[in-house]
């Protein structure tokens, strides 16, 4: 099968004005793609976006006067429309894992040189760790351009990596072929190799959301002059991007200020992330990157600027730092173990299913699985499924809507032979809370585009 064959494309928004060509040509952009862009002047705006692998191509026509966001009028002058298209892989949430867990580690920043960072990589792998996040740009911020993909900071990274077969994530100034400079970040394997993007191969993530400053010169008074920018770093042009990662499953690369645009982590959801590598100048913990952890129910793993008790971050999909998170006092490198044998579900999704195939789940698994976050009554009314211990600022109740069901001991080390937790669901009849909420999303914009109502049951 084509990787496109199951992405769903979606248009959030339509043009400011019947006269952005440019604009409109933007919002039908994906990468790796041809497009093809219609306006007419009914304010339509239609999409057609080919498949780079040979799969049929993607149409999508949306009208914006039944959408979200409308156009900029005359009355409202000051009304900004984003116009973006956003992509959604449809395949079931399990086919974006493909381990029961992994060890990460973050790398505070050095400012120093390749051997102080190979140093640190060879740590974290002696510490367990079979990801490594490097910190932004280290030790190329601040040195003009930027070099080439396979200059000397990339090339180093990368020895270090085969050399201790372990995976890093590895921010960079990047130094285009037609001289452009760009925040970027690759993906190393373990073997040493770079990983390519899954749906358009791209070698490397740009930097979305630079640092701008403030613009003290509008655009009208001859373009834009800014205080504290990334100065000369071009604004990323390949989008949000997403790697099979070996040994861990479907990741995704945001770079610092992208924290401040919740627009790229919903992407990065909507292209099937279970881990985002979040590489920064900024402080850690921080409270954002908390806060998407939890609303997108995917893992973060963070580093920023040393500064005080300043370490990095890695956070669960509760947004909590998992239980055996450990910080050396010699390296300051952290480590912490990512339980990906789990799935989060909704009591509705489909509601005559969820808590009676549940139910029968854990009667016949005893001891396998454990509730994070409790539902369908929790262990009393689901003997076999150790009850959540409830984490501080959490819910108690046991009839959560939406909650968390996990392998019991952090990934099932102990029981192996258990299914994984997505193939008991599946052997019930369960789907994953993503798997729902996906199922709604397109089936809602499906009927959405010719007025249509929700149909009885079959």
């Known amino acids: 099968m084509a990787p496109w064959a199951s992405v769903f494309l979606s248009l959030v928004a339509t043009p400011a004005s019947f006269g952005a060509t440019a604009e409109a040509a933007d919002a039908c952009t994906f990468p790796g793609n041809s497009t093809g862009v219609t306006l007419s002047f009914n304010n339509t705006l239609t999409c057609s976006v080919g498949s780079p692998a040979g ?85 190329t911020a601040g040195k003009g351009l930027g070099e080439k993909i396979d200059g000397p900071m990339v090339t180093a990274v990368a020895a270090a990596a085969k050399f201790n077969s372990i995976a890093v994530v590895c921010p960079f100034r990047l130094l285009s072929d037609n001289g452009q400079s760009f925040n970027a970040a690759v993906v190393i394997g373990a073997d040493g190799v770079l990983v390519k993007a899954t749906f358009t191969e791209a070698t490397h993530y740009e930097k979305v959301y630079p640092v701008l400053g403030w613009p003290v010169r509008p655009p009208a008074e001859g373009g834009f002059a800014t205080q504290l920018g990334e100065v000369p770093v071009v604004p990323g042009l390949g989008g949000v991007q997403v790697w099979d990662l070996q040994g861990v499953g479907r990741i995704a690369v945001l770079t610092c200020f992208d924290i401040n645009f919740a627009e790229v982590w919903h992407e990065a959801y909507g292209l099937g992330a279970r881990v985002v590598f979040w590489p920064s100048m900024m402080r850690t913990p921080d409270r954002d990157a908390i806060s998407y952890a939890r609303l997108y129910r995917f893992n973060i793993v963070a580093n920023g600027k040393p500064m005080g008790d300043n370490v990095g971050q890695v956070l669960d999909t509760t947004g909590h730092p998992p239980q055996d998170t450990h910080i050396n006092p010699s390296t300051g490198v952290v480590t912490a173990t990512l339980n990906l044998d789990l799935a989060w579900l909704h009591e509705n999704g489909p509601g005559a299913l969820i808590c009676p195939g549940l139910k029968q789940m854990c009667a016949k698994y005893p001891g396998a699985y454990a509730f994070g976050v409790d539902g369908c009554g929790g262990e009393a009314e689901n003997p076999g499924c150790a009850g959540a211990v409830v984490s501080p600022g959490e819910t108690t109740v046991s009839n959560n809507a939406v909650f968390l069901i996990q392998a019991a001991n952090g990934s099932n080390t102990v029981e192996t032979s258990n299914p994984l937790v997505t193939e008991a669901l599946a052997e019930f009849g369960m789907v994953s809370y993503r798997d729902y909420i996906m199922a709604n999303r397109q089936g809602l914009n499906s009927l959405r585009q010719t007025a249509a109502a929700i149909p009885p049951a079959a």
């Open 55 to 139: 799969g049929d191509s993607i149409e999508t026509t949306v009208n914006s006067d039944s959408g979200p966001t409308k156009s900029a009028t005359n009355e409202a002058p000051n009304l900004y429309v984003d116009v973006r298209t956003q992509v959604y892989d449809m395949s079931p949430e399990a086919s974006f894992t493909n381990a029961r867990s992994v060890k990460v580690a973050t790398i505070p920043r050095t400012g120093s040189n390749a051997t102080e960072i190979g140093t640190l990589v060879q740590a974290a792998a002696e510490a367990g760790a079979k990801v490594a996040l490097l910190t932004e740009e280290d030790f």
